[in-house]
Antibody, heavy 124, light 111 residues
Framework: QVQLQESGPGLVKFSETLSLTCIVS????????WTWIRQSPGRGLEWIGY???????DYDPSLKSRVLISRDTSENHFSLDLYSVTAADTAVYYC??????????????????WGPGTLVTVSS | QSVLTQPPSVSAAPGQRVTISCSGS????????VAWYQQFPGTGPKLLIY???SRPSGVPDRFSGSKSGTSATLVITGLQTGDEADYYC????????????FGGGTRLTVL
């Protein structure tokens, strides 16, 4: 069974860097997309981006200029760095395993395992 | 507001059938596959349906999904009090630079 667990500080100061790690255990790492998603009352579920099984990355355009997702395959974890945070970045952050592929012109991108989430608050 | 539109809440009695709708457009649901997630308070979402109507191992067949045109529907039959949760739809959107879009979520209350 695949398990994911987020870890990192629950409080980050305005304009500083939010850094989270997701520890992964179990399951296949083939053709998967290690993903960060966040959730806040005002913005619902928001996809942040992924690092893929082969090291490619993709990010939501609204965050692209200040986000980095990286992986450490030997340590079975991947990480999120979000720079220059503001109050709008206050949210519960989830790591998830993504499945993504297209066939015959139709695409799917879904998340089959999620971590429990960690609340990050940006303080002034 | 979310790209996909869901009703904020639905309710039904135990044992009954409930449907949750997810409305999108020709650039997302109209051409791509839909997934549904179940979320209990204080926990991460759980995949309930993928590829419009497929259930991961362990998900009861009381949960089913369908898609027609630019809308998708989650159906829950034989409603149980333990089904009381938030439900989200999600899919890929070809028109936006962001790949993944979600609905705003529907709170299911079991009366």
């Amino acid at each position: 069974q695949v398990q994911l667990q987020e870890s990192g500080p629950g409080l980050v100061k305005f304009s500083e860097t939010l850094s989270l790690t997701c520890i992964v255990s179990g399951g296949s790492t083939n053709t998967v997309y290690w993903t960060w998603i966040r959730q806040s009352p005002g913005r619902g579920l928001e996809w942040i981006g992924y690092v893929s099984y082969n090291g490619n990355t993709d990010y939501d355009p609204s965050l692209k200029s200040r986000v980095l997702i990286s992986r450490d395959t030997s340590e079975n974890h991947f990480s999120l760095d979000l720079y220059s945070v503001t109050a709008a970045d206050t949210a519960v952050y989830y790591c998830a395993r993504g499945r993504r592929y297209c066939s015959a012109g139709s695409c799917r991108h879904y998340f089959d395992f999620w971590g429990p989430g960690t609340l990050v608050t940006v303080s002034s | 507001q979310s790209v996909l539109t869901q009703p904020p809440s639905v309710s039904a009695a135990p044992g009954q059938r409930v449907t949750i709708s997810c409305s999108g457009s020709s650039s997302n649901i109209g051409v791509n596959y839909v997934a549904w997630y179940q979320q209990f308070p204080g926990t991460g979402p759980k995949l309930l349906i993928y590829d419009n109507n497929s259930r991961p191992s362990g998900v009861p067949d009381r949960f089913s999904g369908s898609k027609s045109g630019t809308s998708a529907t989650l159906v829950i039959t034989g409603l149980q009090t333990g089904d009381e949760a938030d439900y989200y739809c999600g899919t890929w959107d070809k028109s936006l630079s962001t790949e993944v879009v979600f609905g705003g979520g529907t709170r299911l209350t079991v009366l």
